[in-house]
């Protein structure tokens, strides 16, 4: 099946800092979508992102499918902004979502 | 805008029991899947169903089966529970065509004891 590697997999900030999560996956892509993972275990949609780039506030994504990775990129770092995020692809064979590790970002005040 | 809803939230069984956890899609939505994520892991694709019909089949055990309704709502059901279940049980729905995003729903916490 298709890999999909995170990086790094910890990430901790000062608050107000800038910082970018990288994903790579191993084969093309239908779908790619970002997902934030709070402290209550409710995975919250960020980006719906197989190509292109999108912004939404502080949070911002660029996947590059030809290259085959996605960055997300978190400004102004808050403390709410800590929590698990995961990248999740759905291979263009297949109908369903691999899930990267993730990366544990903590951010401190 | 219209969730996932997913009930219950949260549920506390013995092993050996059973559990069904039921999950509603988005409103005009074709197509269900269920994820299922143990502690300190990535949720992991158990079973699909599009249109009714059963569409794709992860690592589901066979203690494990699921369907999906005519109103669209789907059950996940859960037989001779093992400590090892215990794990957060999401659904997502979307539509077949075009744009391919999964909406989450808030997950169920299933704890075995």
């Known amino acids: 099946g298709i890999q999909v590697e995170q990086s790094p997999p910890d990430l901790i900030l000062q608050e107000g800092a800038n910082s970018t999560l990288r994903c790579n996956f191993s084969?093309?892509?239908?779908?790619l979508q970002w997902f934030h993972q709070n402290p209550w275990g409710q995975l919250i949609n960020l980006f719906y992102i197989p190509s292109g780039t999108k912004q939404n506030g502080r949070l911002s994504a660029t996947t590059v499918a030809t290259e085959r990775y996605s960055l997300l990129y978190i400004s102004s770092s808050q403390t709410t902004d800590s929590g698990v995020y995961f990248c999740?692809?759905?291979?263009?064979?297949?109908?369903?979502?691999?899930f990267g590790a993730g990366t544990t970002v903590t951010v401190r005040a | 805008a219209a969730g996932v809803i997913q009930s219950p939230r949260h549920l506390i069984k013995e092993k050996r029991e059973t559990a069904t956890l039921k999950c509603y899609p988005i409103p005009r939505h074709d197509t269900v899947y269920w994820y299922q994520q143990g502690p300190g892991q990535d949720p992991q694709f158990l079973i699909s169903f599009y249109e009714k019909m059963q569409s794709d089949k992860g690592s589901i055990p066979d203690r494990f089966s699921a369907q999906q309704f005519s109103d669209y709502h789907s059950e996940l059901n859960m037989s001779s529970l093992e400590l090892g279940d215990s794990a957060l049980y999401f659904c997502a729905s979307g539509t077949s065509g075009g744009v391919n995003e999964q909406y989450f729903g808030p997950g169920t916490r299933l704890t075995v004891t």
């Open positions: 084969d093309s892509v239908n779908n």
């Open positions: 999740a692809v759905e291979p263009r064979t297949d109908y369903k979502l691999s």
